[in-house]
Each structure stands twice: as C-alpha cells, then as structure tokens.
C-alpha cells in the first residue's frame, strides 16, 4: 500500500522520498524518486534496496538538507 501512495504522489508531479527501515518498504523505496533505508534490527533488506544508507534517523536530515543540493549543484554546474 505504501508503493501505490508513492506512485500516487509521483503521477501527481510531486518530488517524493521515502524512508523506510525493513524488508516490508522495499517496494516503497524503489518507487519513491531517492529511497533511504535505515539499517537496523529488522535486517539489511531496506538499505539494500535504497539509494542510501544510514545507520540512524538522525543522519537523515543532514543527508537531506545538505548533500541533496550539493549533488543537486554538482549534477547541473
């Protein structure tokens, strides 16, 4: 159910990233446009699947804020 919202969301023009810490989110991360998995104690089978990796949620944020337009720079200058 969580891919088919991340579809949804996608079909409408949005820009989506999803986060997801376990085997069940690995539809939803490869649908979203940036997927980040949470390695944790539900296994590796989220961060395998995802465009990154972190180790905490905390990392997420920083990840956002700062590396997206950096590499969103980077890609376009």
Do not use: K
């Not at 999803?18 to 980040?36: E, F, I, K, S, W």
């Not at 944020?61 to 890609?75: F, N, Q, V």
């Amino acid at each position: 159910q969580r891919a088919l919202l991340v579809e949804l969301l996608r079909s409408s023009g949005l820009r989506v990233a999803a986060v997801g810490d376990g085997g069940n989110d690995v539809a939803m991360l490869q649908a979203a446009h940036v997927g980040l998995g949470l390695r944790g104690q539900e296994g590796a089978m989220a961060a395998l699947a995802a465009d990154w990796a972190c180790d905490e949620f905390r990392e997420i944020a920083p990840l956002l804020l700062l590396d997206g337009p950096h590499a969103l720079y980077r890609l376009t200058f």
